[in-house]
């Protein structure tokens, strides 16, 4: 039997320089368009230095000294999601008022809006989007979240470089350590 195991997670505060249009179609699996090649395809939102997709040098890595508990509000309420969407690339996930995240360095409470995820299919197709000293995973959840202080304006929180703010965690498949009873 496989479980999935979360291996690590990211915190990545979105700049004003980011990567959304929903004029563009963003692709991740063919040579000729993929995270790499966004920069060129739409220089207007893929150009900056602050963006998705990133790859976490270990060796690189600093401590944050600021980083606290994340606090999860209403994370375990069963009625928490509103809608279940298929979007053609993923599986996307929309959430009811009232659930929120603070702490780890967040500067205040945020709302969570969505979370969805990236997968692959073991060969062709890559797994996470972001990666570990160059690993991909075979899947990455983003849990997206807005400050609380915009009251759902996320037009408002796109153009703050700390207003939303996407929670990643990676998960690895790997073989049941233990027996079922």
């Known amino acids: 039997m496989e479980w999935f195991k979360v291996v690590a997670f990211v915190v990545c505060v979105l700049p004003t320089a980011h990567c959304a249009s929903d004029a563009i179609?963003?692709?991740?699996?063919?040579?000729?368009?993929?995270?790499?090649?966004?920069?060129t395809i739409s220089p207007q939102y893929c150009n900056g230095s602050r963006q998705s997709p990133i790859n976490i040098v270990s060796a690189?890595?600093?401590?944050?000294?600021?980083?606290?508990?994340?606090?999860?509000?209403?994370?375990?309420?069963?009625?928490?999601?509103?809608?279940?969407?298929?979007?053609?690339?993923?599986?996307?996930?929309?959430?009811?008022?009232?659930?929120?995240?603070s702490g780890g360095d967040l500067s205040e409470q945020y709302d969570s809006l969505q979370f969805h995820l990236h997968w692959g299919n073991g060969s062709s197709v890559p797994g996470s989007e972001h990666t570990v000293d160059g690993k991909r995973y075979p899947m990455e959840l983003h849990i997206v979240n807005s400050k609380s202080s915009y009251n759902g304006?996320?037009?408002?929180?796109?153009?703050?470089?700390?207003?939303?703010?996407?929670?990643?965690?990676?998960?690895?498949?790997?073989?049941?350590?233990?027996?079922m009873i």
């Open 25 to 39: 179609v963003w692709c991740y699996h063919l040579p000729s368009c993929n995270d790499k090649t966004w920069p």
């Open 60 to 101: 690189s890595a600093t401590p944050n000294n600021n980083l606290t508990k994340f606090t999860f509000v209403k994370y375990d309420d069963t009625s928490a999601m509103t809608s279940i969407e298929n979007t053609g690339d993923t599986v996307k996930v929309t959430f009811k008022s009232g659930v929120k995240i």
């Open 153 to 179: 304006n996320t037009s408002l929180a796109v153009k703050d470089s700390t207003g939303l703010a996407a929670l990643g965690f990676f998960i690895e498949v790997r073989e049941a350590a233990h027996e």
